[in-house]
């Protein structure tokens, strides 16, 4: 009995150490050495300072930038530390004042008659980094007049942070919207006198919708 003990002990330590310590700290230097940029949050630098990361979103609130879909994470929409989605079905009368009520205010401030769905729903996470070119290329002329640029200026660098679909058949055609905030800012920097936040500053807070 007492040997049976012994062997059960000593291999329960040895894979214990083997994989509960050696191979996650060997992955995680080969994935450090290989994808670098992975490995540490495929976090974006501006100036060589963090502003963001290509697969977390932020808000964007002022009309020189692209705005996100919305968020319901935390209390005021993106917040990282509480990433979730409403939990609001499609019978939720709640749910339907919200996007009926959201629905009205972007129609009115862009004329448009039609809206991308992610225009007004949150996603799973709500921390969504990624519209859909529809999406973006609605909020382009706001961008435009806010910024003064040609509208055909904006368009282009909303498709330099345009992706298609991965390996061309997965998922959908989508915008970044930090990268494109980023390159919005290279042709119209916000720190021009009375110009918005730069990315990855924090931005008059929102409240997180309610579906």
């Known amino acids: 009995m007492l040997s049976q003990f012994r062997a059960a002990a000593t291999l329960l330590v040895a894979f214990t150490l083997l994989l509960g310590l050696a191979y996650p700290l060997a992955m995680t230097a080969v994935a450090g ?50 990433s979730s989605g409403t939990n609001l079905g499609p019978t939720s009368a709640k749910l339907a004042a919200r996007l ?72 959908e055609p989508r915008v970044n919207v930090l990268a494109a905030n980023l390159a919005l800012d290279a042709l119209s920097p916000a720190s021009a006198p009375g110009a918005a936040p730069a990315p990855g500053t924090p931005t008059a807070a929102n409240t997180a919708p309610a579906g």
């Open 33 to 82: 050495l290989v994808f670098p940029g992975e490995a540490s949050g495929s976090l974006v630098s501006l100036n060589g300072e963090a502003v963001g990361s290509r697969l977390i979103g932020q808000s964007f609130t002022t009309d020189r930038y692209l705005h996100p879909r919305p968020s319901a994470a935390g209390t005021t929409g993106y917040d990282a530390s509480a």
């Open 100 to 171: 009926e009520a959201d629905g009205a205010a972007l129609k009115a401030t862009t004329g448009a008659k039609l809206l991308p769905a992610d225009a007004i729903t949150t996603s799973g996470s709500g921390l969504d980094p990624d519209i859909s070119p529809a999406f973006a290329a609605l909020q382009a002329p706001g961008i435009a007049k806010a910024r003064g640029l040609p509208l055909a200026q904006v368009e282009r660098a909303i498709a330099g942070a345009t992706a298609g679909r991965t390996i061309g058949v997965l998922g």
